[in-house]
């Protein structure tokens, strides 16, 4: 059984200033924090299952899986060996700044390297609200259609990595892959943009070396 | 181009009365609100689209397309020769009853038997706010996994209607039909689902007929 944790809404105004708190305090602690955010059902939990084993050697992790409700995205990360904690969202649909510093005090991760916040599953919300984390990643998945971008602008444009998942059913779905990417580029110029399949692993190790690269530039700079 | 109306967030804070009243009101006008929800890319302009020609015949029709950004899903509504207007919410990841208004006044419903309110895309806000309409409907695609309805039970609860979209990739997904019907109706045992493919058209008919019998129950009686 994974650890369920209530967290409180909170009672900051100044969201962006405890973010930037939230991330000197990382920093002091050598911790580096990913903010994933997407779609519910886009494939974020099975990506992070594909990404954990390619790092655990080397780095300690820890996850935060945010939800509404239930527990199983935290019991399924924990099935790869690493601490993960099921946060309850008390019916909100983002984190901010706070309520991931309630997770992480609960997480312990003073001796983390990294740890991985899985956002609730939202195109809206969650990109409104900076959580702390040193980046932000989000998902887009083939099913959910190329026109993303155009109609949920903030969230790829606030992110520095963009996983688009599921590439093994691209032929089943109308998706134009470089439409996509162009309406993302021409949000966001400096994203990173990575085509994954989560279920064959395509992807997955170039994804988890940038994780990896990004991890220790923080935690050694 | 079709007309894009900036909704203001209301100021009422009793949202349940103004749903009340603006119920009343379509009663008298004699028409019939649907509010549809889902993720986003479950596929809800793309079912509307081969919803409409089965009605349009018989019921006048207008949609309303909500989103943060852009106007192509009612572009794409209002080639099917129907009235479409597309809702900007301000960065807002719901409708509540006094924004669903402001959008009805725009279409001038007084003339219209059916009108349907595509919400924003997303599983958790848009459950919390009763919108003023007389149905509500949520899809769920099959891409988006069978674990939604533990994840997200309150839209699960609320909605009159699932259709469980994209079934015509069934057979490339881990997803257990009977297992989500089973948690479904676990949370909501009067709710009425419908497996369909919006592109095959597989299910579309039996669903229209539902919504044409819904409309005339309610502009009839």
């Not at 050697?57 to 527990?71: H, N, P, R, T």
């Not at 935290?74 to 790869?80: D, G, L, N, P, V």
């Not at 980046?135 to 520095?160: C, Q, R, T």
């Amino acid at each position: 059984m994974v650890r369920i944790l209530e967290i409180k809404e909170s009672v900051f105004e100044d969201n962006n200033r405890q973010a930037g708190l939230l991330r000197e305090r990382l920093k002091k602690e050598k911790t580096f924090l990913l903010n994933l955010m997407s779609s519910p059902g886009s494939g974020k939990t099975t990506t992070l299952k594909e990404t954990i084993p390619y790092l655990k050697e080397e780095l300690k992790i820890g996850v935060m899986e945010a939800d509404i409700d239930s527990a199983i995205d935290a019991e399924t990360i924990a099935k790869t060996g690493i601490t993960a904690i099921q946060l309850h969202t008390g019916g909100m649909c983002h984190l901010d700044a706070d309520m991931t510093r309630q997770g992480l005090e609960a997480l312990e991760t003073k001796n983390l390297d990294l740890v991985i916040l899985e956002n609730v599953g939202n195109l809206v919300c969650p990109a409104e609200f900076d959580t702390g984390a040193v980046k932000n990643a989000m998902i887009l998945s083939v099913p959910e259609g190329d026109d993303k971008p155009l109609k949920y602008p903030l969230m790829f444009s606030i992110a520095d990595v963009l996983l688009i998942n599921k590439i093994d059913v691209l032929k089943y779905f109308d998706f134009d892959l470089e439409a996509v990417k162009e309406r993302v580029l021409n949000l966001n110029p400096h994203i990173k943009i990575m085509p994954i399949s989560a279920k064959t692993g395509e992807g997955i190790e170039e994804w988890a070396q940038w994780l990896r690269s990004e991890t220790k530039k923080w935690i050694e700079e």
